[in-house]
């Protein structure tokens, strides 16, 4: 019975001996990651900071008052979000941030401010609000590439001295509150509105002067038409006064293209020996020329029995 009490105790107490083991190799070393950094401070004061990955022996951490706070050097970012700012015009703009960083000196980002992670974003906030309260919204919103660069510029001198290095300011989203963003549509409707009625004017200004000019040519032109077609006329009368018979010819049959067949009655080719064309007007013709005599009887024999014996 004592043998196996024995063998129990002894059992118990190597499996706890392991963890303690590791427990108090634990206290006694420091193990520093890949792009981490060990500080290890005495009593709150800094004694030295441990950059080179690997385990390190260090028995003065046993004691209570030594302490080893491991800090991360990788880049990382941060998102600030709704950042109240007002533009030049007085215009209400929700601005979100975002900022990728990196700590270059872990002690001093230990020791030369509180918490640097308020200290970063309260002094980005007054960053932004002073600066792009120089520039009005439409100035924000298109050149948001340029004003993170002045943002980041503006910071660095303060960031650096507390062991940080800022990569990248960027403003990653830009907004407004709903009654503003409906104010600004409806202006922005309303520039519209006038830019169209603007355009709208002007082309009709434009088409009216066009047309003016246009017509202004065509008359000239006209003009010019009708000069040209005088003179040829004039060359053509020329040309046939060098031939009596042609020129008479022409005339002739110019008079007889004025005539309307139609409304016109036209007595023409009677010499001044012969009847006038006043006489063969008022002449009136025999419509009986023609006509047989045989019938002219018949005819007059139908009419006398149509009319019966007379008294």
């Given amino acids: ?43 709150g004061k800094w004694q030295r900071t441990i950059r080179k990955p690997g385990l390190l022996f260090y028995p003065q951490k046993i004691w209570p008052w030594v302490q080893v706070k491991t800090m991360s050097m990788k880049r990382d970012f941060r998102h600030y ?21 990196s700590i270059t000196s872990p002690e001093n980002a ?23 309260g120089n520039f009005e919204f439409q100035q924000i919103l298109s050149n948001r590439g340029e004003l993170g660069r002045i943002l980041r510029d503006d910071i660095r001198e303060e960031t650096s001295r507390w062991g940080l290095e800022i990569d990248l300011v960027f403003i990653s989203k830009l907004s407004l509150l709903p009654d503003v963003a409906q104010q600004l549509f409806d202006t922005v409707a309303a520039h519209l509105d006038k830019a169209k009625l603007d355009i709208e004017e002007t082309g009709r200004l434009e088409a009216a002067l066009l047309e003016a000019e246009t017509s202004a040519k065509i008359a000239s032109l006209i003009a010019e038409a009708q000069g040209q077609y005088a003179l040829g006329v004039g060359k053509a009368y020329h040309r046939l006064s060098k031939n009596q018979e042609l020129l008479r010819a022409y005339r002739d049959l110019y008079d007889l293209s004025l005539m309307k067949p139609q409304r016109t009655v036209a007595f023409s080719g009677f010499s001044g020996q012969e009847i006038s064309a006043l006489e063969a007007a008022m002449a009136v013709p025999n419509i009986f020329e023609n006509v047989p005599i045989h019938s002219s009887r018949s005819a007059a024999r139908q009419s006398a029995e149509r009319d019966g014996p007379q008294s």
């Fill in 110 to 132: 230990l020791f030369r401010v509180e918490n640097f992670e308020k200290a970063l974003q309260s002094l980005l906030t007054n960053s932004t609000t002073s600066i792009l």
């Fill in 81 to 101: 979000e709704e950042i109240h700012v007002n533009d030049r015009r007085g215009t209400t703009v929700v601005i979100d941030l975002w900022i990728e960083l």
């Fill in 1 to 43: 019975m004592t043998n196996n009490l024995t063998m129990i105790f002894a059992l118990i107490g190597g499996l706890l001996l392991i963890p303690c083991l590791a427990l108090f190799f634990r206290m006694l070393t420091i193990q520093v990651e890949d792009e981490a950094a060990a500080i290890v401070t005495s009593f």
